[in-house]
């Protein structure tokens, strides 16, 4: 019988896209494999965008630890843990390495229970698993997802690197689309909601982070923007939140071929990025997540080390800066330039 392999890898975003080779690498091993996911809810548009995933089953763990003790807390615990049981599992393979991802990946009653090794994880959770893996420190996330894997399950990992998902159409079905409606204008079809994107070739600029210190500055961006209108391209910017709205109104403002997108959801904003002639974007995860969907990206570094967290996409991604060492202009364009 094809094993039966649940994946536990809830949050956050970039960690959510790193975890996708594994299911590459676990379908040429066992192609015909069953393959579930656990994670949080707001990120499960990315596991279902891989065509090697069966099922993907939502949790809400960052939610839960808010409301430990809430009914509503209690309700979702048991709904996960009913639709972990209608499968009867092989291996259950907890690639997070957190107190939270092992308590989530016990709610699966069968199956040998798979982790890191107290020596390779951040948090001392062996007593939690079956079989516990040595997998050195060091490594790229995405290196070490899929080295974890092939340990667990016994198999060689591959030579090549897919994380195996591809833009959606855009614009999208209705039905397919998780933006935020547009209560003033329920009216518009779905091509006319997508009007706001520009006629002529764009790029994607992800300019926002969770950290602060992971900003490039404002005057680069200005001047990154500024420099593509010159070449005949607009630039798009995403945002997700109230903070990231103001700062991709004043990257904007005065601006040529600037666009402030509307809010948009993660599959939409998928669709976007897989129209983009290219994405340039700060350490944060959709930077990761536009190289995972095969677009030319260029990651800007400028707080942390690009060789443990950079964009990981041979041929079509490229990191420029470092810890304490910000890239100029000179060199994004350099950098996008040998993409080219």
Same mark, same amino acid.
């Given at each position: ?11 956050? %975003? $970039?960690?959510? !896209? ?11 091993? +066992? =192609?015909? *494999?069953?393959? #579930? ?115 667990? %399950? $016994?198999?060689? !990992? ?11 159409? +855009? =614009?999208? *079905?209705?039905? #397919? ?115 995972? %969907? $095969? ?17 990981? *996409? ?27």
């Amino acid at each position: 019988m094809p094993p039966a392999i649940l994946l536990v890898k809830t949050s956050s %975003l $970039g960690d959510v !896209v790193h975890n996708l080779p594994v299911v590459s690498d676990i379908r040429t091993a +066992f =192609p015909q *494999a069953r393959i #579930d996911w656990v994670v949080e809810r707001a990120f499960a548009s990315i596991p279902s965008l891989h065509p090697g995933v069966d099922r993907v089953l939502g949790c809400s763990v960052r939610a839960w630890r808010k409301r430990p003790f809430g009914t509503g807390t209690r309700a979702d615990i048991r709904q996960l843990r009913h639709e972990l049981d209608e499968c009867t599992y092989d291996a259950v393979i907890d690639t997070q390495g957190l107190l939270k991802s092992a308590l989530v990946s016990r709610l699966a009653s069968s199956g040998v229970h798979h982790g890191l090794d107290w020596r390779s994880s951040r948090e001392p959770l062996s007593f939690f698993y079956d079989r516990v893996h040595k997998v050195p420190w060091g490594r790229h996330a995405v290196v070490r997802n899929r080295e974890l894997a092939a340990m667990a %399950l $016994g198999y060689a !990992v591959p030579a090549g690197l897919h994380y195996g998902i591809r833009p959606p159409d +855009f =614009p999208p *079905a209705e039905t #397919d689309d998780d933006s935020p409606a547009d209560p003033d204008r329920p009216w518009l079809t779905e091509s006319q909601r997508h009007s706001w994107l520009p006629s002529k070739p764009f790029a994607v600029l992800l300019h926002a982070s969770s950290a602060e210190a992971k900003f490039w500055p404002e005057y680069q961006w200005k001047k990154l923007i500024a420099h593509l209108s010159g070449e005949g391209l607009a630039s798009v910017l995403p945002w997700g939140s109230a903070g990231e709205h103001a700062r991709a109104v004043a990257l904007a403002e005065g601006l040529r071929d600037a666009v402030v997108a509307p809010r948009l959801g993660l599959r939409t904003l998928a669709g976007v990025i897989g129209k983009a002639a290219f994405c340039i974007g700060v350490d944060t995860g959709l930077t990761h997540f536009a190289a995972a %969907l $095969g677009t030319k990206t260029v990651g800007i570094y400028v707080a942390t080390d690009p060789e443990a967290t950079g964009v990981l *996409a041979p041929g079509n991604g490229v990191n420029v800066g470092g810890k304490g060492n910000p890239p100029t202009l000179v060199d994004v364009l350099y950098a996008l330039k040998n993409l080219q």
